[in-house]
């Protein structure tokens, strides 16, 4: 049996748990605002290069030619489209966690310079020594993806506060797990944070499981918000499935976080498609009945049957565009697998010693 969304899906049989089912979560109710013909189809795009990136990033993990380790940012892709388009990255900064592919792509970096990344290659993002959880890019503003569950927060505090204190009108975004917040950095942060008025929006993207704990297992609160607002910050629930809502939600939250100097918390509800990991089919802990009513909404889907019952767009259109997507991409692949490995002197470059 398979579950698809349409676009992209995971062969396998997926038994039904043993333990009691878990409720979805309900995300908030919202009008949708309307956003432009154009707009519309430039998140599309967006929303496909991601989607499929991930696809052929785990085709190439599976042929042997990506070390380490690959997390798909597959069936999140509304909320990096949502919030990462409405950033102005001239003065904006993102800090992001080890899922961080797709936040890449929509930063505006080459998909080619991610590829060679993956692949090893000195060309890569970050010289093929970063590999998939450790890309980095400052001339994009993109502070780092980070391996370690949290590392990151601390991170953007400090981004947040350096702006502050330099009186610029930036901002500093910093996505991470549900997991994330069972670390005493996400507290120390946020505490921080708080007393100090650091322009830093804390994005959890709550997509149910932290790596294979369920939200309801790991959190004695499993509505993530309860725990920010502990720390006296503005904090709230986006519809992590719905492209509508993170547009509304981010351009909305950038101007209060910019004109009052304060910090945010979102937790964005949403879903990843594949396993915590490339090797993680995720069979023993989710069931055939959550991941079904998840691809119900899936991102693509949502903006997909919005496009065509609106005249705005065809299937076979958006199928043409997918196909263009892959072929674009694809090159791109081939591409970066003709960039040269680092040498071994480059061991000793970038880093303190």
């Not at 993956?118 to 980095?136: A, E, I, Q, T």
Request: hydrophobic share 35%.
């Amino acid at each position: 049996m398979m579950v698809s969304s349409g676009w992209m899906c995971e062969d396998g049989k997926v038994p039904m748990s043993a333990r009691p089912q878990q409720k979805l979560a309900s995300p908030p109710a919202l009008e949708r605002r309307p956003l432009d013909t154009n707009t519309l189809k430039n998140y599309l795009r967006q929303m496909v290069m991601v989607r499929e990136f991930e696809r052929l990033g785990e085709r190439e993990f599976k042929n042997g030619l990506i070390r380490g380790y690959y997390h798909s940012y597959a069936g999140q892709e509304a909320v990096g489209v949502g919030f990462l388009n409405a950033l102005d990255l001239n003065r904006d900064y993102v800090v992001d966690h080890y899922r961080d592919h797709g936040h890449m792509l929509l930063c505006g970096m080459d998909p080619k310079r991610i590829f060679a990344e993956l692949f090893g290659r000195s060309d890569g993002v970050s010289k093929g020594k970063g590999g998939s959880m450790h890309m980095y890019s400052p001339e994009n503003h993109f502070l780092g993806g980070d391996g370690i569950v949290g590392g990151g927060i601390s991170v953007a505090t400090g981004v947040g506060l350096a702006l502050k204190q330099q009186r610029k009108q930036g901002l500093c975004v910093c996505f991470f797990g549900d997991g994330a917040l069972d670390t005493g950095t996400f507290h120390e942060s946020l505490n921080m944070a708080s007393l100090w008025g650091v322009p830093t929006v804390y994005i959890c993207i709550n997509n149910k499981y932290s790596m294979g704990t369920s939200v309801e297992r790991h959190s004695s609160l499993p509505r993530l918000v309860d725990r920010a607002q502990g720390y006296g910050i503005s904090t709230e629930q986006v519809d992590g499935q719905d492209v509508w809502a993170t547009t509304e939600a981010a351009e909305r939250i950038f101007r209060k976080v910019r004109n009052e100097q304060v910090p945010y918390f979102v937790e964005a509800l949403t879903y990843r498609y594949q396993g915590h990991g490339i090797h993680d089919k995720a069979l023993n802990y989710r069931t055939l009945e959550e991941e079904t009513a998840w691809h119900e909404r899936d991102p693509l889907k949502l903006l997909t049957d919005y496009l065509v019952e609106e005249k705005i767009a065809s299937r076979d259109q958006i199928e043409a565009l997918r196909a263009e997507v892959v072929g674009e991409l694809e090159a791109k692949v081939e591409a970066a697998k003709l960039g040269s490995e680092p040498q071994p002197e480059e061991l000793f470059q970038d880093v303190t010693l």
